[in-house]
């Protein structure tokens, strides 16, 4: 199979990472931006038609969104209805319906407020949520990031119903493994391994009792296969994604976790951030139940992986954040 990659490379590492992927000769880059209508729409003239859309493309960070929300929501909504709208034309044009798979957020549940939370000694923890939040629970937006990946991901279930395009919304919690340059803002995972293997310190929003579910990039692969695969029958779907309630660390337990592997942080704090989730943890029962998805590399071995690939690539990664 051919991978035609679209991307602007904006990000940090972004087109250290496309290099090493065009190495391979069945995958190419073309640059640009999915808020380009025009852009778009020369991409699936001259490399479509498409089997397979994996909409991974997007403005992150909740931080920037409050900086710069016009941005956010013309790469995240407008630039997802670009994506939809050519996917369509396609599909009446040459009857190859491309499947859909877009990636939303947890963050389009808010901070969960009216949910009991727990105190615990490193942790908090919901009270009466055992299975975690489930995809019913009312979407809030409370800050322009979760705005506008809430508008995208209803207008990818509307293509889905109203045009028949197979389309899948995966609202995705802590995603986080090797080839990840993350950053404080997005991906802490990663930034908190990054930061303890090369010795810089890392910030603490509040005290460091957050909680996420967090899953392994190899898990969620998984997860994308089989909904490819099964698209005809759950296509329309939004699944939440995550680690679920067996695959969890607050903030403070990934950093004794990297302490635990020799590779200890140097932590400051700061006020909590606007938007930041007390809590959040994933309920998986829909994609176990319609997909028989389950995660299996637990946080001990993800991180481990993740530490590895930081050791193998420390020069790379010293070149991409700047500095020593």
């Not at 499947?99 to 009216?114: A, C, H, I, Q, W």
């Not at 990818?156 to 395009?165: I, P, S």
């Amino acid at each position: 199979m051919d991978v035609v990659l679209y991307d602007d490379l904006s990000r940090r590492g972004a087109a250290r990472t496309a290099r090493a992927l065009c190495g391979d000769p069945k995958i190419s880059l073309v640059e640009g931006d999915v808020a380009d209508v025009r852009g778009v729409e020369a991409l699936f003239g001259a490399h479509g038609p498409f089997d397979l859309i994996l909409h991974q493309a997007g403005q992150v960070a909740v931080t920037a969104s409050l900086s710069d929300p016009r941005r956010d929501f013309e790469v995240n909504a407008a630039g997802t209805l670009n994506l939809l709208l050519a996917a369509r034309a396609q599909a009446d044009a040459t009857s190859v319906a491309p499947v859909f798979l877009y990636p939303s957020t947890n963050k389009v549940y808010g901070t969960l407020e009216g949910v009991a939370v727990v105190e615990q000694d490193s942790r908090r923890a919901f009270a009466n949520l055992p299975f975690g939040v489930p995809e019913e629970m009312p979407l809030v937006f409370d800050v322009p990031y979760a705005g506008s990946k809430g508008i995208a991901e209803r207008y990818v279930e509307m293509f889905a119903k109203l045009y028949g395009l197979p389309a899948v919304v995966f609202r995705q919690s802590c995603i986080y493994g090797p080839g990840q340059y993350g950053a404080e803002e997005q991906g802490w995972v990663a930034w908190f391994a990054i930061a303890a293997a090369l010795g810089r310190p890392v910030t603490l929003f509040g005290d460091g009792k957050q909680l996420r579910d967090v899953l392994s990039i190899d898990d969620l692969l998984d997860l994308y296969v089989l909904a490819y695969q099964r698209i005809e029958s759950v296509s329309g779907c939004v699944f939440n994604v995550g680690g679920g309630p067996r695959f969890t660390l607050s903030l403070n337990e990934l950093v004794t976790l990297l302490a635990s592997q020799g590779q200890p942080l140097v932590v400051m704090h700061q006020a909590p951030r606007a938007g930041d989730q007390a809590v959040y943890v994933s309920d998986v029962s829909r994609a176990r139940r319609l997909l028989g998805w389950e995660p299996r590399i637990d946080p001990r071995t993800g991180v481990s992986l993740l530490l590895g690939w930081v050791s193998e690539n420390a020069q790379n990664i010293r070149e991409v954040l700047g500095g020593s």
